[in-house]
Nanobody, 125 residues
Framework: EVQLVESGGGLVQAGGSLRLSCAAS????????IGWFRQAPGKEREGVSC????????YYADSVKGRFTISNDNAKNTVYLQMNSLKPEDTAVYYC??????????????????WGKGTLVTVSS
């Protein structure tokens, strides 16, 4: 059974940092890509970042470029999202997801097959 478990969310002041973790199990980690998505209240889900476990290639949404960094630890089957210089508009539930590739269409990260339950990030002004 594929399982993705997020952790690391919380409350932080604007300008602060958080590191999210996504622990994966139930599939061959090296064969998959792991993405981070977020959904703020009343807004559509947004693809934030993605990393291919096979070659380390990455994707970032324009809204987080230069502030967020995705990385993976294949030995631990875990993907991290380091979030720096956080803004109130980064407030959302953050989900990790898995699929065979980080599929981008018109610069936007497409939905993935497997999903975690999410972790809440709240950035206060």
């Amino acid at each position: 059974e594929v399982q993705l478990v997020e952790s690391g969310g919380g409350l932080v002041q604007a300008g602060g940092s958080l590191r999210l973790s996504c622990a994966a199990s139930g599939f061959t980690f090296d064969d998959y890509a792991i993405g981070w998505f977020r959904q703020a209240p009343g807004k559509e889900r947004e693809g934030v970042s993605c990393i291919s476990s096979s070659d380390g290639s990455t994707y970032y949404a324009d809204s987080v470029k230069g502030r967020f960094t995705i990385s993976n630890d294949n030995a631990k089957n875990t993907v991290y999202l380091q979030m720096n210089s956080l803004k109130p508009e980064d407030t959302a539930v953050y989900y990790c997801a898995a699929d065979v590739v980080c599929l981008q269409v018109a610069g936007t990260l497409e939905s993935m097959d497997y999903w975690g339950k999410g972790t809440l990030v709240t950035v206060s002004s």
